[in-house]
């Protein structure tokens, strides 16, 4: 049986009239250290994005500005999630499957992500992730 | 003599209709493997921030809203710089004396760190920089 697998990270913030400060720090509030980053921003409403799992990388989802909606599966649970506050991190183990349901305008999403970029670690095909969580 | 120290990091850049992806990967794009990242974002017009350097840390920056200006010195050469676009990062190796200028409304910055956060690493006072550049 897999357990629920994804969990939010409320970041450390020191929230202050001369601005507003959110930081983590790897083997901390980040469970792991970052090999890669990415930012996705001017997603058209209406698109849907990244419908697929991992194989072994872990990643933690921000949305640094406006509010991104996800759909997640990890094999017996699912969830829609809204993605709205720069201090809350979404904790993706593997294997999560997710979809960027929306973006709403002006919305980025910055993710960590543990391992460098490798093709072969994307499961692209929802019958493969159904074979990999199991029964 | 201390060279010129920062350098701007144009990072892997794909954009397309249903929205753009930026992405740097560690050992590649990124000079160092993030052990810690922050936030800053709400800063009011008129406030500066960060005047300091590092001992030993690295950081990386980007603007992933807004923009950011900034005022460097490594020593040897002065500059005031703009960060306005989510694609380019700014690599500050130690040790460089950084203020954060201005921040126009809305702008959010975001810093990647080689090390967790050391009180001990920061310089806030001008003149122990001067020295630790030499002359």
């Given amino acids: 049986v897999v357990v629920s697998a994804w969990r939010w990270i409320r ?25 890669r980053f990415f930012l996705i921003h001017g997603v058209p409403d209406g698109v849907v994005r990244g419908a697929h799992a991992h ?3 872990h990643e933690v989802l921000v949305a640094v500005a406006g509010e991104v909606t996800l759909e997640l599966d990890d094999g017996c649970e699912q969830a829609t999630v ?37 093709p072969d670690d994307y499961v692209r095909d929802h019958d493969e992730f159904r074979r990999l969580v199991g029964p």
Same sequence: chains 1, 2.
Avoid: C, K, N
């Avoid at 809350?88 to 460098?116: E, I, N």
């Fill in 82 to 118: 809204v993605l709205d506050d720069p201090a809350l991190g979404l904790y993706l183990p593997p294997p999560v499957w997710r979809t960027q349901r929306r973006y709403m305008p002006g919305s980025m999403l910055l993710a960590l992500a543990s391992h460098h970029y490798d």
């Fill in 55 to 57: 194989r072994e990388l």
């Fill in 11 to 35: 970041f450390a913030e020191e929230v202050e009239p001369r601005g507003s400060l959110v930081w983590a720090q790897a083997g901390e509030a980040l469970p792991f250290t970052p090999q």
